[in-house]
């Protein structure tokens, strides 16, 4: 059995995707309308990666969970009611921007600074997770600049699995293109991993878990760091959303040829 | 194994955990009652105010659960005097709160039918051609008649606009923030623990198991919570207040026969719309005389907009989707909406019986508060007050007995809580609301005559209505179209429909004479695009079907299926291979119209109908409703 691991999951948060989004340009730049009054959802490729760090800390015993966070503390709250209860972790908040619209960098750089900080952080039990890509029109590259200030040089990009072994080491499955993935091998922590949205189901709801949770997340949010990422940084020219086309019609018995006819038709125009 | 034929849930072995209250349902009643007892828990220095049970030394452990995935997931366009509510939060600054707004203007309108189809009685069309041929002196426009005063008891003066999704965000959020208790979305509670005869705590929703309950590999059995106290307020349609209903009976003389259907869309107004935020419209008249629709204007360009289907509308094609697509398409609606575009839809079941649909209030480990209780005041249509009021007298009754270290025994409640409610304005107003809709239960006029009577006399003089439980009033199709189709005809478009899976509402309503819904992609949409669209609609993996036809020989007799025709998510459908109805879980909005709506009832239990309505995720999810 693999020793004990120290599994760092970065997250934002993000409008839940269900929600009409409309970009507009606010007092710091651009923002959503009305976005305050959007519900949140922990980062999609960030919630996948959370899962999959509960689920490898099962394979390691004595594993430990963090989530560092970056997002403004009200809206953190109402998403930690919801991820809570799905595992056991210690939240590290960052009371910040969530919008999408900061610099990368400047982003990756509030996350160096509190797993750093960090108590009792071993660098040789370390796993950074977040997502490879995000839905809060993040460029994706967040977590390779983390890993770069982190001084980790093993990094994994676009992840759907991770297998560890006893001896530490673990082989990665990164995409690549035709549905296919490279398998690496690595000799064991610290590693970056981009998750992309790997096989596992989400877990189900675990009262005792969120009650185990609160305890921590409550006093912590109240002590978030606040931070201003991107003050100074990359100025926003312009900002849209891709068109929508959307027609809906319930079909039976429709054979699926036709259907992938109908939508060849459809999306060519 | 096997089968707790109540909840759907087979009997394992189960976790359980220990809190001191454990609340059901997040609303504006659990709102009231969570912020009321949240700032009583610590004192000013920090300590506890009282200790808890399950954790000494700390304050007492409160846990909401609450079945939508988000606590934003609600629905209701609200307008209230909002009394209960500044009182908690004094300070209160309406541009905190998104898509809110004090009211502003408020209109009542009587819309005349442009269409020729309404089944309007004489009377009423008697009363039509009197407004037409007087219109040079009336205050009539778009066809509709702006009734020129609003009694005091309707009026929502001094009062609020809002969205009873962002309220609960807002309040969820402070709530939150204090520490002091915990709000679980995503968590559907399956029923109550009982004891000889005391409520012991709840039980989560099984996870992991197939749409039968059947358990799957990943099979997680719904934990017992087990509290001194349960706090239930989830409302006319949830599970565990419906479940305590039928296993403690209704207090002597009460009954929950009337309920309706409220349906809205939230629309983004067009530009150049001269509503001014705050403004408000009732509407009574159109699509059909018994149908009452709204519009609140909300800043930032947007609106609330949507009709109530009541119980004692005696249809079998009750269609609350496609009589509010008529209602919006009325000329004095219209130009209004008129190349706007939908945001957000939902729908809700409303518990109209009032202060007559009053449950036991309490007992011995628990409470009632909210729509549930009874609080709906159906005189001056109002319910988010009343349920957040209730809240909050429970919230100080039970300081009280946490205070004085008392039990939470049916004694004690009744003393600190049922007391507190007897003597406020919620109590007092339901008494003069109690009898106030009786006499639409016979007829529209008559209706309007005895709540005028009611609401002048505050109460003392009301019409009486025939009591008939909404499925004793539903029709069959035959005797809906006498006049105009043949038994024989009715059977041969039933048959058709039928081998199509077909509902009949829109086919019935045309030949009705009520025009074709012309789609326009933006206000008037499928039904399954306002789903999509509007209310953003979906069901997690995992969990058991929460609508179940228990009886399929109630079905197999039932020549309506009023389930699938009114179901406001489409999410019953008429079942091509039988007659028992078939239901996809993932349009379900949870709005429970099935259960009150079914046509069929046990001969020998006549409250209780052939669809079990139990604890189910996902649904609605979207915040601006």
């Given at each position: 059995m693999a020793g004990s691991l120290q599994i760092v999951v970065c997250g934002g948060i993000v409008p839940n995707p269900l929600q009409t989004l409309e970009p507009t340009a606010g007092p710091q730049g651009p923002a959503l309308k009305n976005e305050a009054m959007l519900p949140a959802v922990l980062d999609p490729w960030a919630w996948h990666a959370l899962f999959e760090a509960a689920n490898l800390a099962k394979q390691a015993p004595g594993s430990k969970i963090t989530l560092v966070c970056m997002a403004p503390k009200a809206k953190l709250q109402q998403v930690m009611m919801t991820i809570a209860q799905k595992t056991v972790f210690e939240l590290q908040p960052i009371d910040g921007p969530a919008s999408g619209f900061v610099e990368s960098a400047d982003v990756a750089g509030e996350l160096a600074e509190v797993i750093k900080g960090i108590n009792g952080l071993d660098m040789q039990k370390l796993l950074v997770f977040g997502?490879?890509?995000?839905?809060?029109?993040?460029?994706?590259?967040t977590m390779q600049i983390l890993g770069e200030m982190l001084g980790i040089t093993d990094q994994f990009q676009g992840v759907d699995e991770i297998r560890l072994k006893d001896d530490g080491s673990f082989d990665v499955l990164e995409r690549i293109e035709g549905g296919k993935h490279q398998v690496s091998r690595c000799a064991g922590a610290p590693a970056v991993l981009g998750w992309a949205t790997g096989n596992l189901p989400e877990p189900p709801n675990n009262p005792q878990a969120g009650m185990a949770n609160m305890r921590g997340i409550m006093p912590a949010l109240q002590k978030a760091r606040p931070a201003k990422p991107g003050q100074d940084g990359v100025k926003f020219l312009d900002v849209s959303l891709p068109s929508q086309r959307r027609e809906t019609r319930v079909v039976k018995d429709t054979p699926a040829e036709e259907i992938a006819r109908e939508l060849a038709e459809w999306i060519t125009g | 194994m096997t089968q707790d034929t109540t909840s759907g849930q087979p009997e394992v072995d189960r976790q359980s955990m220990e809190v001191d209250i454990a609340c059901v349902g997040f609303g504006p009643a659990m709102g009231g009652f969570l912020t009321t007892l949240s700032r009583g828990l610590?004192?000013?220095?920090?300590?506890?105010?009282a200790e808890s049970k399950t954790m000494p030394g700390m304050p007492p452990q409160v846990i909401c659960y609450e079945?939508?995935?988000?606590?934003?997931f609600g629905v209701s366009g609200v307008v209230t005097k909002a009394r209960a509510i500044r009182e908690t939060f004094p300070d209160l600054d309406p541009a905190d709160i998104p898509m809110t707004h004090p009211v502003t203007e408020e209109r009542l309108l009587y819309l005349l039918d442009p269409v020729g189809a309404s089944r309007r009685p004489a009377t009423v069309k008697a009363a039509d051609a009197v407004i037409k041929a007087l219109r040079w002196m009336l205050p009539v426009r778009d066809q509709a008649l702006r009734i020129p005063f609003i009694p005091g008891f309707m009026k929502k003066h001094d009062g609020l606009l809002t969205s009873i999704g962002q309220f609960n965000q807002w309040v969820g959020n402070q709530l939150m923030a204090s520490g002091t208790v915990q709000i679980w979305p995503s968590s559907p509670v399956s029923g109550p623990l009982m004891e000889n005869g005391r409520v012991t705590g709840v039980r989560l929703a099984d996870q992991g198991v197939e749409r039968s309950g059947e358990p799957q590999p990943g099979y997680m059995p719904g934990m017992d919570i087990k509290a001194a106290l349960t706090v239930i307020g989830d409302g006319p349609a949830g599970p565990v207040g419906r479940i305590l209903d039928e296993k403690l009976g209704l207090p002597e003389g009460n009954h929950q026969h009337d309920f309706a259907v409220g349906m809205k869309v939230v629309v983004e107004l067009p530009e150049g719309c001269e509503l001014k935020p705050g403004t408000v419209f009732h509407t009574l008249?159109?699509?059909?005389?018994?149908i009452f629709g709204f519009l609140y204007v909300y800043p930032d360009g947007l609106a609330s907009a949507g009709v109530f289907v009541p119980s004692w509308f005696d249809s079998p094609v009750r269609s609350t989707y496609r009589y509010m697509q008529h209602w919006m398409q009325h000329p004095a609606i219209w130009k209004h909406l008129n190349g706007g575009t939908i945001r957000s839809w939902g729908a809700k079941t409303l518990q109209e019986s009032g202060r007559r649909g009053e449950p036991h209030l309490v007992g011995d480990g628990f409470a009632r508060i909210g729509e549930g209780s009874g609080t709906t005041n159906v005189l001056t249509n109002s319910g988010v007050d009343e349920a957040w009021l209730s809240g909050t007298l429970l919230a100080e009754g039970v300081l009280e007995l946490l205070k004085s270290g008392e039990e939470f025994t049916k004694a004690n409640l009744e003393k600190a809580y049922v007391r507190r409610r007897r003597e406020s304005w919620l109590d007092k107003d339901s008494r003069k609301a109690e009898k106030a809709r009786d006499g639409f239960q016979r007829g529209f006029v008559r209706g309007m005559i005895g709540m005028a009577l009611a609401g002048f006399t505050r109460g003392r003089l009301s019409l009486s209505g025939d009591g008939r439980t909404p499925y004793e009033r539903v029709p069959t199709l035959e005797q809906f179209l006498k006049g105009r189709l043949t038994p024989q005809e009715v059977e041969k478009l039933r048959t058709e429909a039928h081998a199509k899976g077909r509902t009949l509402h829109d086919s019935i309503m045309e030949l009705l004479g009520w025009p074709k819904i012309e789609y326009d992609g933006k206000l008037l949409l499928s039904h399954q695009d306002a789903l999509l669209v509007g209310g953003k609609v979906q069901a997690p993996p995992g969990y058991a079907d929460h609508v179940v036809f228990l009886y399929p020989h109630l079905c197999e007799e039932c020549g309506t299926k009023v389930c699938a025709e009114m179901c406001s998510a489409e999410a019953i459908s008429v079942n091509p291979e039988g007659e028992v109805p078939l239901f996809d879980r993932e349009k379900c909005i949870h709005c429970g119209a099935c259960f009150w709506n079914c046509a069929k009832h046990l001969q020998d239990d006549p409250e209780r109908g052939a669809i079990a309505f139990r604890a189910g995720a996902g649904g609605l999810h979207s915040a601006e409703n």
């Open positions: 997502g490879w890509e995000s839905a809060s029109r993040g460029a994706g590259t | 610590l004192n000013e220095d920090g300590t506890p105010a079945r939508a995935d988000d606590i934003a008249g159109y699509p059909e005389p018994e």
